[in-house]
């Protein structure tokens, strides 16, 4: 008996010892996956992209999360991080590398883990630590620092232990009607012979990555396609990540059948790219109130009239779910694709930290046919800036492409720095409104150091850079550093932007586009030559990669953790129920009987969500009756059917309501159901308690 036991996992062992030696046909690569979430403080917090004050958290639609990725050719390791957060930063990056190297030594560094934000407007912002971007916020928000850290590390952590000897596939498609050129104006200055290469004023090219396990295990996927993560508008106050977020849940729920959002093995990341100049608002432009074009320079008839874009959906839930849809769909299509190419081939990432200002490269102008020098100059932002975008019109009163300077902000922007004649002449065709890189008080406004990143996988080129490029300044790009490679290895590599890595500098316009002075020009920091110099950096980056050559890594920025951070956003004090009332007693309970397609809306007495942010967990369940006592989970807060509403009734007496709605999909298995609550209370004599509650039984019938 004992030797009819052993003799299977004898066989088993020699088959699998074969599999993972026959050279470069099962596995090329270590490949490993993770996800964390990294859901921050989802309730009075402002939100990070649309720069607007009155844009605080009240909820949760859907959590955010971070993805990563291993590849190991066993000599090298590298690691893709997307992040479902507006930006991230440099001190971000510091912490998350700080807490691998406690665990795993120098396996991770800041060479090798590279970390892409997805750039959703809504989730909640303080997390940078240049004053600029915490200006709308009020301040920094240590909880919303701690969250992208703590989800970021998880998320390596589990991609880490998830490694096992894997294949790379790469193939590409196409995505149409998801996606404008929102500065066509600023396109159209690009030269005429450029645009002539290109047949569509955004890119429509989804560029994807497929992870399988050497037993055949589907592991995860990455794809990037560039478009604005801004399908929900300045007005929402729900924590969510938007269309491309929808995305991922859509192919991780169909991978990963059985578990809930955010729990699955599977990975599905959707990354962004050269985004700059790209929204996912496909009815484009519109003026609020006549629903008319909006004039040339993108200004409406009526005075306190906005030009902002929508669409293509009903409303900016509507449109989410179709533009996340579409993304998804094509991403699907490709992954089952048989006609994917493995990538095979050693890996080299190469990093180098620049310090901005004064850079110098030359620069060919094609209408003057002249090749001049050209310098970097001290960050600044222009008058466009405060014009917002029509994704998302600014609080003040400017118009897009204003090149002539207004004495009120003249005499704030005085106030704060002026900016030096140098400054005026290097910035160009850039009205200053803002001289950031002269400004140090109270700390720094705008990072003068930026990181540098490029990895090369077999023939596979991810081009990691600190901001959002506009789709031609990627396009130039991804040329510069494809025809860099290919004159030394003759073959031609795919190259991708990475989007928003490492540092956030805002964006990055082509020097043409930059003379139109729209937001993107208005917002590229280091005057009109900021994409021409970092050409010349990236193409050093690629040479430096496949000659093997060491770079000079340069030297990191400051470290800006400091206690002087401002922080104005007042901490929760206290909780308290409704008089007479628990928390987590149901306020309004759900009808007896509900259809598929209805939506069930119950409250709760409910403490603040920033007490605990339910990390990984929920603020809600659905819970569907499968045998006399045993309730399963069906929706969680992270899933789009459910949305978690929270206010504060009373801020002096400390009371909240929670308000819990359920979106019942049309393919809901009948039965009966319960919502469930679960939160925090801050006690007003200290401490911080957990609760639950939970509605009546109520039952789902079909008609
Ligand atoms: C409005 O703009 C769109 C897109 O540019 C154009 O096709 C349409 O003709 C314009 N409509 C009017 C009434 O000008
Ligand atoms: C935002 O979207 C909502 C709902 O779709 C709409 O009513 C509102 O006018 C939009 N506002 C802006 C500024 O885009
Ligand atoms: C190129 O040269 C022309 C003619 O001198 C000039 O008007 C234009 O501003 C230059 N373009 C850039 C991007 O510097």
């Not at 100049?277 to 320079?297: R, Y």
């Not at 409704?578 to 709760?604: A, H, M, N, R």
């Not at 409910?606 to 929706?635: C, Q, Y």
Request: aromatic share 10%; hydrophobic share 35%.
């Amino acid at each position: 008996m004992a030797s009819e036991c052993s003799r299977w996992p004898m066989g088993l062992i020699i088959l699998l010892i074969g599999i993972f030696t026959l050279p470069g046909i099962m596995a090329s690569y270590s490949i490993g996956v993770g996800i964390a979430d990294t859901t921050g403080p989802i309730a009075e917090i402002v939100f990070m992209g649309y720069a607007k004050m009155e844009q605080k958290g009240a909820g949760l639609h859907l959590r955010t999360f971070t993805r990563s990725f291993i590849i190991d050719d066993g000599e090298q390791r590298f690691v893709f991080v997307s992040t479902e957060s507006a930006m991230i930063g440099h001190d971000i990056k510091a912490a998350v590398i700080k807490k691998l190297q406690k665990r795993f030594g120098n396996l991770y560094t800041e060479k090798n883990v590279m970390i892409s934000a997805t750039h959703t407007h809504s989730s909640p912002g303080g997390f940078n630590l240049y004053l600029l971007f915490d200006l709308s916020t009020f301040g920094f928000i240590e909880q919303s620092f701690t969250a992208l850290i703590n989800g970021i590390t998880t998320s390596i952590i589990r991609a880490h232990d998830s490694v096992v000897p894997g294949q790379i596939f790469l193939d590409h498609g196409e995505v149409f009607d998801a996606s404008i050129n929102r500065s066509p104006l600023a396109y159209m200055n690009n030269p005429k012979n450029e645009r002539e290469k290109y047949k569509y004023d955004t890119d429509k090219t989804m560029t994807q990555l497929k992870f399988i396990a050497a037993d055949g295990r589907p592991m995860g996927v990455i794809n990037w396609f560039a478009v604005h993560p801004t399908s929900m508008n300045n007005t929402n106050r729900l924590v969510s990540s938007d269309n491309v977020g929808y995305a991922s849940i859509l192919f991780e729920k169909k991978m990963n059948k059985g578990s809930m959002v955010g729990k699955g093995e599977f990975v599905a990341a959707f990354a962004s790219s050269n985004l700059g100049d790209v929204s996912p608002n496909t009815q484009g432009p519109k003026c609020e109130f006549t629903g008319e074009n909006c004039s040339a320079d993108y200004t409406c008839p009526g005075k306190k009239e906005m030009c902002f874009a929508s669409g293509p959906g009903k409303d900016i839930y509507d449109s989410t779910k179709i533009i996340g849809k579409k993304l998804y769909e094509e991403s699907m299509k490709i992954w089952n694709r048989d006609s994917s190419k493995e990538i095979k081939g050693p890996i080299e990432v190469v990093h180098r930290y620049v310090k901005m200002p004064g850079q110098k490269a030359e620069f060919y102008n094609e209408t003057s046919k002249e090749t001049i020098e050209v310098e970097t100059c001290q960050p600044a932002m222009g008058y466009s800036f405060a014009a917002g975008t029509t994704d998302g019109p600014g609080s003040f009163s400017f118009s897009q492409g204003t090149t002539t300077t207004n004495p009120v902000w003249d005499a704030v922007r005085n106030f704060v720095a002026a900016p030096t004649p140098e400054d005026i002449k290097c910035h160009g065709a850039k009205p200053i409104l803002l001289a950031t890189g002269r400004m140090r008080r109270p700390y720094q406004w705008q990072p003068k150091v930026v990181s540098t990143h490029l990895a090369i996988i077999g023939d596979f080129v991810l081009v990691g850079v600190p901001g959002e490029f506009t789709t031609m300044s990627g396009r130039r790009m991804r040329e510069k550093v494809a025809s860099t490679i290919e004159e030394v290895t003759k073959v031609q590599p795919t190259v991708v932007i990475a989007g928003l890595c490492n540092t956030y500098t805002d964006y990055i316009a082509t020097p043409e586009e930059y003379e139109i002075q729209r937001y993107e020009g208005a917002s590229t920091i280091y005057g009109p030559h900021t994409l021409t110099v970092y050409l010349k950096q990236y193409q050093e980056l690629a040479l430096a990669a496949i000659q093997k050559k060491v770079i000079n890594p340069g030297s990191p920025p400051p470290n800006m953790y400091i206690e002087s951070l401002i922080s104005l956003q007042t901490p929760v004090l206290y909780d308290t129920s409704k008089w007479g009332y628990d928390f987590g007693y149901c306020l309004s309970q759900p009808p007896k009987i509900v259809k598929p397609g209805d939506t069930v809306t119950v409250s709760f007495v409910a403490g603040h969500p920033r007490n605990n942010l339910m990390t990984g967990s929920t603020f809600l369940t659905v819970e569907r009756l499968i045998d006399r006592d045993i309730w399963v989970k069906v929706a969680t807060d992270a899933d789009w059917e459910t949305r978690f509403h929270w206010e504060r009734k009373n801020s002096i007496l400390g009371t909240s309501q929670a308000d819990i709605i359920w979106e019942i999909p049309l393919d809901v298995k009948p039965g009966k159901y319960r919502i469930r609550h679960q939160g925090h209370y801050r006690y007003i004599l200290g401490g911080i308690f957990p609760y639950r509650g939970l509605t009546n039984v109520f039952e789902v019938k079909e008609k």
